[in-house]
């Protein structure tokens, strides 16, 4: 069963950017699809971005759409959210998760068809 671990994390400046990578071990790689998730205090986990096991397909909630990019390598079972033009409405602790189930073309909005999920990392935007 695939392990993963967010690193990047970290307090920028609104405007700023932050690249943020999620190491999968332990694990067929290639298997699953790959997502990004955000909570926020006193709110619910939400989509950030999402990308297909082949890589071809990313897919934005809106409120990223345009300054985020989310990419994946699967040569070295990682997969990045490059965030620019960060908010202090992004501020949050990010969540990558794996999907098992998907087909290799297809990815997932919904947090519960991800069945394995790293600890999280903070992101913290000041104004």
């Known amino acids: 069963q695939v392990q993963l671990v967010e690193s990047g994390g970290g307090l920028v400046q609104a405007g700023g950017s932050l690249r943020l990578s999620c190491a999968a071990s332990?694990?067929?790689?290639?298997?699953?699809?790959m997502g990004w998730f955000r909570q926020a205090p006193g709110k619910e986990r939400e989509f950030v971005a999402t990308?297909?096991?082949?890589?071809?397909?990313?897919y934005y909630a809106d409120s990223v759409k345009g300054r985020f990019t989310m990419s994946r390598d699967n040569a070295k079972t990682t997969v990045y959210l490059q965030m620019n033009s960060l908010e202090p409405e992004d501020t949050a602790v990010y969540y990558c998760?794996?999907?098992?189930?998907?087909?290799?073309?297809?990815?997932?909005?919904?947090?519960?068809?991800?069945?394995?999920w790293g600890q999280g990392t903070q992101v913290t935007v000041s104004s």
């Open positions: 990308i297909s096991r082949s890589g071809t397909s990313v």
């Open positions: 332990g694990g067929t790689f290639i298997r699953y699809a």
């Open positions: 998760a794996a999907d098992s189930r998907s087909s290799f073309y297809s990815a997932s909005r919904r947090p519960s068809e991800y069945d394995l």
